[in-house]
């Protein structure tokens, strides 16, 4: 297992509403990425923080926000929630920093339902 | 940007046979591949990945290969056992894409007793 930790694991909400979930990336690591993974497909990149700056997003509009503290961990804010949001939300945790070749090791995720 | 194409969507081998899993990317500029194995309800874990500047890898009954020319990158699974069976994942990282990994759309590799 790796040391990166999620919370909450489970979580559901209803259309319109707010989520945050929480990431702490493995000991030295100090970059990490978020990833949606809808039932049955592959994880797809959210954004990535670096020393708590945006380091590369993907296609995913601006209600979904991000923030990287000063040790390292994380948090995904998604606001005004939509159906299709429900997912494994994943974020991974890598030693580099701006450096595009580290291997990025996954958290547990945590399962969002919007209702 | 990137695509990734990921086949078989399922597979299905005997105990003790060999599986492989074929990838195919379009963005000349990724340099980093790797493949992850998912069970169910769980985390995707790093299995093995491969830079561009070598052409395989070996880990045990795991193996890599990739070719930059065409594009495409696949994974040996040898020896296989039940405990393989899992959703793998490729996937690929552009440097002109942000950092930003790419994956397939998964194989369901099962391993029949």
């Known amino acids: 297992e790796t040391g990166v930790t999620q919370s909450p694991t489970h979580l559901i909400k209803t259309r319109g509403q707010q989520v945050t979930l929480r990431c702490s990336s493995q000991?030295?690591?100090?970059?990490v990425s978020w990833y949606q993974q809808a039932l049955g497909q592959g994880p797809q990149f959210i954004f990535q923080y670096y020393r708590e700056e945006e380091n590369g997003r993907g296609n995913f509009p601006p209600r979904f926000s991000g923030l990287q503290f000063p040790n390292y961990s994380s948090e995904l804010n998604v606001n005004a929630l939509e159906l299709d949001d429900s997912a494994l939300y994943l974020c991974?945790?890598?030693?580099?920093?701006?450096?595009?070749?580290?291997?990025?090791?996954f958290g547990p995720g945590t399962r969002l339902l919007v209702l | 940007g990137e695509n990734v194409e990921q086949h078989p969507s399922t597979l299905s081998v005997q105990e003790g046979d060999s599986a492989v899993i074929k990838c195919t990317y379009s963005?000349?500029?990724?340099?980093?591949f790797p493949w992850y194995k998912q069970e169910l309800g769980k985390r995707p874990q790093l299995i093995i990945d491969?830079?561009?500047?070598?052409g395989e890898k070996k880990d045990q009954r795991i193996a890599v290969t990739l070719n930059k020319t065409a594009k495409h990158f696949s994974l040996h699974i040898t020896e296989t056992q039940p405990e393989d069976s899992a959703v793998y994942f490729c996937?690929?990282?552009?440097?002109?894409?942000?950092?930003?990994?790419?994956f397939g759309g998964g194989t369901r590799l099962m391993v029949k007793p």
């Open positions: 491969i830079r561009s500047n070598v």
């Open positions: 996937a690929a990282l552009s440097r002109d894409a942000g950092n930003m990994l790419t």
């Open positions: 963005d000349s500029a990724s340099n980093y």
């Open positions: 991974a945790s890598s030693p580099g920093g701006r450096s595009p070749q580290e291997t990025q090791y």
């Open positions: 000991s030295g690591h100090n970059t």
